[in-house]
T-cell receptor, first 107, second 113 residues
Framework: EDQVTQSPEALRLQEGESSSLNCSYT??????LFWYRQDPGKGPEFLFT???AGEEKEKERLKATLTKKESFLHITAPKPEDSATYLC????????FGKGTRLHILP | ETGVTQSPTHLIKTRGQQVTLRCSSQ?????VSWYQQALGQGPQFIFQ???????GRGNFPPRFSGLQFPNYSSELNVNALELDDSALYLC????????????FGSGTRLTVV
């Protein structure tokens, strides 16, 4: 069965304290892995798409990487405005989301 | 560029009733998909439409149905509402079904009582 598991479920960091979020997946034929950011009461905001192992993408303080079994979202020197839920999704013949990681950055 | 708009923002329905949720795609986007997001969970894929035809469906019963119109706006219809249907319903659009840089709307919060 296709699955997406994100860890940790929740993470509290001090401002400036770098860390990584994990997304492990099991799909029969990966056709893309996606990272989204979701603020409370809003729809997910697209961050990155990764298609093949070894691929990396960056945007401001965020960097996403992909291996054959997992993806990491690295957050460097986070700020309070980076607080949100980060969602990972994979596509084979449909799109499967993980439950997300709730990130809270303390000032 | 107007983004994806959904209506209504909030809705309360009684068990057994029927509901229609609406979505206006971002300009130039011909693909729309719908998701159900329960509290504390990730979005679950309901179905997708490309140029007015359904081209993908998740594990949802037939009482969940949809339409896409020639202007690429879309509707999600749910019949015989159940308490477990209470959730945030999200619509997302994309320039093509092969391009997964989806733009999401802010959702419709449905409460079934």
């Amino acid at each position: 069965e296709d699955q997406v598991t994100q860890s940790p479920e929740a993470l509290r960091l001090q401002e400036g304290e770098s860390s990584s979020l994990n997304c492990s997946y099991t799909v029969s034929g990966l056709r893309g892995l996606f990272w989204y950011r979701q603020d409370p009461g809003k729809g997910p905001e697209f961050l990155f798409t990764l298609y093949s192992a070894g691929e990396e993408k960056e945007k401001e303080r965020l960097k996403a990487t992909l291996t054959k079994k997992e993806s990491f979202l690295h957050i460097t020197a986070p700020k309070p405005e980076d607080s949100a839920t980060y969602l990972c999704a994979v596509r084979d013949d449909k799109i499967i989301f993980g439950k997300g990681t709730r990130l809270h950055i303390l000032p | 560029e107007t983004g994806v708009t959904q209506s209504p923002t909030h809705l309360i329905k009684t068990r057994g009733q029927q509901v229609t949720l609406r979505c206006s795609s971002q300009s130039g986007h011909n693909t729309v998909s719908w998701y159900q997001q329960a509290l504390g969970q990730g979005p679950q894929f309901i179905f997708q439409y490309y140029r007015e035809e359904e081209n993908g469906r998740g594990n949802f019963p037939p009482r969940f149905s949809g339409l896409q119109f020639p202007n690429y706006s879309s509707e999600l219809n749910v019949n015989a509402l159940e308490l477990d249907d209470s959730a945030l319903y999200l619509c997302a659009s994309s320039p093509s079904f092969q391009d997964y840089g989806y733009t999401f709307g802010s959702g419709t919060r449905l409460t079934v009582v």
